[in-house]
Each structure stands twice: as structure tokens, then as C-alpha cells.
């Protein structure tokens, strides 16, 4: 049963990453993903007339077998997701119910420096960040990571108890592509994570 739920996640998978996807998927750079590209050991293709790489599938697995880097991200199909609140209980029920929903993988981070550290080494796919935080707000760490072009594809949902609307307005400016009000319903917020990740 479970190598049959296995499999049939892996065809519903995609069959051509981007070198960005790749990193993501390796948890790697995308400049170590290029550089194994451009010295043929990750096969792919570049679309012409552009400078795209294209990965497919295949290339990948082999790729990853070979260099003994773990599949579970492939193989899941889970969205890596991760939690920058300071708030103990928050985090708890948050992290609780999103385990539950069977969709995430979740981690979690308390201050900014922290949410830096964790978006290099889990590179998530993405980030609820509060916009209180006790070392620095969110719309700082928020800009820092869409300065980092290895996070173009990492959204960003910032959660707070502002209500005035035209901060709302700044904070969506700093790169999050949603903003949702404290307090919220947990389904509120599923459905929210749902939509900016199209699932």
C-alpha cells in the first residue's frame, strides 16, 4: 500500500525542473545545480534561444542516486513550509494542524536571524512570517530573502495584528504575496497557504 501511494505521488510529479526547482529539490544552491549542469553530470537541456536549463525527471533521479542525496522531497510531494513566529503556542497549534493536513513539511523559526539561518538550510517552499518579531520585523526579513535570487520561488504569507491599511499595503510591497490578520481560524489560514501555493 505504501509503495503503491509512493508511486503514484512520484507520476503526478512534474517531469521538467527548472535549475531552481532542482536546488530546491536537492536542497542545494542553484549555482551548484548549474555548475553540475554545464559539466554534464546532471543531463538536461537548454531551451533555445534562451538560457534556460530544463531538467528532466529521469536526470534528476539518477543525479540524486549518484550523489547519495536523499529523495524524500521528490518522492512526498510535500511543500516545505516554515513557521517564523515567536509565539510558543501559535507555533504549536499551527505546526500541529499543518502536520496533520498531510501537505507540509514543517519547521520553525522564533526570531529573524533564526528564519534566515532555516530558510538556507530547509529552503522552504513557503514561509508564514509574523511581523512582530523580537530582533527585527518581518517586512526586513521578508525583503532580505526576495533580495537572494535563490528564493524567487519561496512565498511569503506575513501574519499580524496590523490592522491600518496602508501598512498592510507596505508590508505586501516588502514581497509577500499575502497578508493575513491575527487573530485568524486555522482554516482561514490552510486555505490561504493553499491558494498562494496554487494546490
Known amino acids: 500500500m505504501d509503495i503503491q501511494m509512493r508511486n503514484e505521488s512520484m507520476d503526478t510529479a512534474k517531469e521538467l525542473y527548472t535549475t531552481g526547482e532542482a ?19 546532471l543531463r538536461g537541456f537548454r531551451i533555445p534561444g534562451s538560457k534556460f536549463r530544463k531538467i528532466p525527471r529521469d536526470s534528476l ?27 510558543a503556542e501559535i507555533v504549536e497549534m499551527m505546526t500541529d494542524v499543518l502536520n496533520r493536513d498531510g501537505r507540509f513539511e514543517v519547521k520553525t523559526a522564533s526570531t529573524g536571524y533564526d528564519a534566515g539561518i532555516m530558510t538556507q538550510k530547509f529552503r522552504p517552499d513557503i514561509i508564514l512570517l509574523d511581523y512582530m518579531l523580537p530582533d527585527v520585523n518581518g517586512n526586513i526579513v521578508c525583503k532580505t530573502i526576495r533580495e537572494n535570487p ?34 485568524f481560524s486555522i482554516t482561514e489560514l490552510i486555505e490561504k497557504i493553499a491558494a498562494v501555493l496554487s494546490l
Open 150 to 183: 535563490e528564493f524567487t520561488n519561496t512565498k511569503i504569507i506575513i501574519i499580524s495584528g496590523v490592522i491600518n491599511q496602508i501598512e498592510i499595503d507596505d508590508l505586501l510591497k516588502s514581497g509577500a504575496e499575502a497578508f493575513m490578520k491575527k487573530p
Open 23 to 41: 536546488a530546491d529539490v536537492c536542497n542545494l544552491s542553484q549555482q551548484t545545480i548549474i555548475r553540475c549542469f554545464d559539466s554534464g553530470r
Open 61 to 87: 533521479l539518477k543525479f540524486m542516486k549518484d550523489n547519495s542525496i536523499p529523495m524524500q522531497s521528490l518522492q512526498s510531494g510535500r511543500k516545505r513550509l516554515l513557521i517564523v513566529d515567536d509565539d
